[in-house]
Structures are given as C-alpha cells and as structure tokens.
C-alpha cells in the first residue's frame, strides 16, 4: 500500500476511514436478559444463590482455589489490602499509572501508597523502581496488569520472594490474559478482577477476589460479606453480628450478567485480539508501539493504545491525534493520569483519609515524587477495541495512519503557516 503521495484529510485530501464503525460494548443479548429475569422471577433480589455459581464459574475459569464476589472491584481491592492484615503505616507499593482503585483504599486502613515508575516494555510496575522504593516498612507490591498486558511477573515473583513481600494482583484489565500459562488474577497471593460495565466481562457494577490461601479469603469475607460470616466454621464467625463495617455482597443480577459474560470471554477475546493483531502488525511497520503478546505473556485487550517515539516519528500527540481524527479515527489522550501528581496526594488531601500513627511531617511528600520513565512516555493514542470483526476498517485505519505518518513534514508545515495567519 503506498499512501506517501494522499494528500491527508488534514491538508484538504480524501479522508481515509469512510466506513463507520458499529462496534458496541457490552455485548449483551437474550442470554444475559433470561438470567437477569430468571433472578427476579425467583425473587431473591439480593442473596441469590447465583452468587455463589459466579465464584464457581470464576474459579473453574481461573484456577484458583477460592473466589469471593464484591459489588466491585473497588471493594474487592479494600478486601485484599483488609486480607493481608498489616499494620497501619506500614508501605505498599504501586504502580502510578493505573486508575486510584489500584492505591486508594488502602489509604483507609492506615496503610501507605509508596508510588513506583512503570517499565517502558510491559507498562506495569518497573522491578528496579520497587527495588529502590524497598523500606523497612514496605510489606506489598500491587501490581497491574494495565490494559491487559500481564506485567514482568518473573521479576516481581523474584523481587517479593527476596524481600519477603506480598503480591496483590489488580487485573482489572486482563480478564483472560496469562503469564506463563496462569491466569492473571491468580500469580501473586490474592488478585481482583473489576466486572465494571466496561471490562471484558462486565457484570454492570461487580468485583472477584482470588486466593489460594484461605486465610485470605477469610478476611476478606469478615469485612463485608454478612452472608459468609455467618458460615463460617471458625473463631471468625463472632463477627457476623458486625462484620468489620462495610458492605461488599454483589447484587444477583450482576451476578447473573456476570456469569454470562463469563461464558463468552475467550469469544469476545478473539474477536479483539485478532481485530487488534491485525491491525498492530501494520501500525509496528510505521514504527509504533502496539504492545503485542510477547513469549509467556500472553495478553489480552480492555482498551488498545499505542505509544511512539517523537524522536522518530516527529509529530507532537496533539498534532497527530488532529491529523487522525481529520481521516476519520476515533482516537484519543490517554485516559488515565498519573496518580502521584494528583491533587489529592500533592496537596496532602490524602492525610484526610489515612489512619496514621505518624505525626504530618513524617508523612510522605508526594509532590516531590520523580517517576521519570512513566512521566516522558506522554505519547499515547487510545484506539477504538474493535469489538466486532470489520478488517475492511481496520485496513482502513492502517491507511490513515500511514498517509499521516509519511506526510508528517507537510502537516507540521501547514500548522506552522496556520498558526503565523492565527497570530
Ligand atoms: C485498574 C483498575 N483497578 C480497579 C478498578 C476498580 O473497579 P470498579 O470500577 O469495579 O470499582 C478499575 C476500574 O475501572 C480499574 O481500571
């Protein structure tokens, strides 16, 4: 395809993408409204034993030995910060780029978000920057899968081993993805999966807490699973009359969405990863980055983005984010900001929330926080997640992206000259 002599839709030519793109998500049909009429048919809108067959489903799905439903994911990860049951000011380290679920209800149990650099190749926690945020007080690493993409999970493995650190695995994005064969979700001591309307298998608003370790799984049901407290066949049952203060039972009819969307997971995968692959292949020869599945890890989409180097292809994100939207893509900015330079923790907002013993200035100061990789990689392009099989749009979109990038000096010229009239 040589598109070098198109003129590009942002200098007056023929826009690439003319077709439209139909794609809807969630994907849910008469499967998904028989569960749902079938829960209130039956009546029991909130104890429903459909609860307890999505935590079936999810362990059968994933592989692990216990599951425990939320209403979302981010009660599940309050759960898991509860289930570790560490002492208030004591650090975790997470990754700063990810959405505040990932860090924020820690803050809650007193516990403190050390914020970690992310590594340009998997765009999870860097190895070397939880090496060099390692204290004394450091007791867990929260690790996220981001967009789908499993993290170098061999390093962190090593790294939790050798400092005697706890894993809690935020797959919020990676529903189906794998690290050497495992299901995200299940590689470190206790994983969460939000089911939020968005996610690859959305439950409207829902969460799952996995574990191997029944201790675990055993607090995190005293927190807020009334119902399971009561069943218990441990001293932990005196807390049913109180549970630790929240409430975090699913609603059965997410349940029961969920349970469907599970079903059809590895087919609505494959129909983004094949769309996404196809597409990713043609956007590497342009010299982006598309993060495809390498070796053992094998990926899965929530959102597809791509990155580039502005030192190769030399057009700022905005100018090229125009230049696309003018062919017809949908494309965007990033969507998520990087949590250490929030207000929230660099105008110490944060201390409104954290039960802490320490005194202000013992505090950290988060506006000194310097995470240098994640803040240069600012070149990032959200792409639709083609989320039915359409490859006359993809190639489509391959063709936008290429006139663009091998007209880049003509599209800088003219915005040059616009900008001077503009003056
Ligand atoms: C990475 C990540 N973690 C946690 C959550 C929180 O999940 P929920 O929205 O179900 O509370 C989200 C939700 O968008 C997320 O993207």
Known sequence: MNTDHELPAILGGKPAVELKNTDTWPLLGKSEEEAVLKVIREGNISTHPIIRQLEEDYKSYTGAKYALAHNNGTSGLLAAFFALDLQPDDEILVPSATFWASALPMLWLGLIPVFCDS???TLGICPKSIE???????KAIVVVHLWGVPCNMEEILRLAKKYNLKIIEDASHAHGATWNGQQCGTIGDIGVLSLQGDKLAPAGEGGILLTNEYKYYERAICLGDITRIIELETPQRRFAATSFGIKTRIAPV???????????????NKIRNDNIIYLSQKLETLGFNTYLSQGNKQRTYFEFYIS????????????????????GCEVAPPRYVLLHQQPFFTEGHFKKILRSALADSQLPDYSKVKLPNI????????????????TALLD????????????????LAAN???AVIAE
């Open 132 to 138: 060099k945020n390692i204290s004394a007080k450091t």
């Open 396 to 411: 489509q979109y391959a063709k936008a992206f290429s006139k663009v990038v091998n007209n880049v000096p003509k599209i």
């Open 119 to 121: 590594e340009s190749e």
């Open 308 to 327: 580039y180097d502005e030192n190769k292809i030399q057009i700022p994100m905005t100018q090229l984010i125009e230049a696309l939207r003018q062919e």
């Open 375 to 390: 803040e240069r990689q600012g070149n990032f392009i959200k792409l639709p997640s083609f989320t039915s099989s359409n």
């Open 416 to 418: 040059q000259s616009f």
């Open 254 to 268: 997410s349940a029961a969405i969920g349970i469907e969307q599970l079903k059809k997971l590895n087919q609505h």
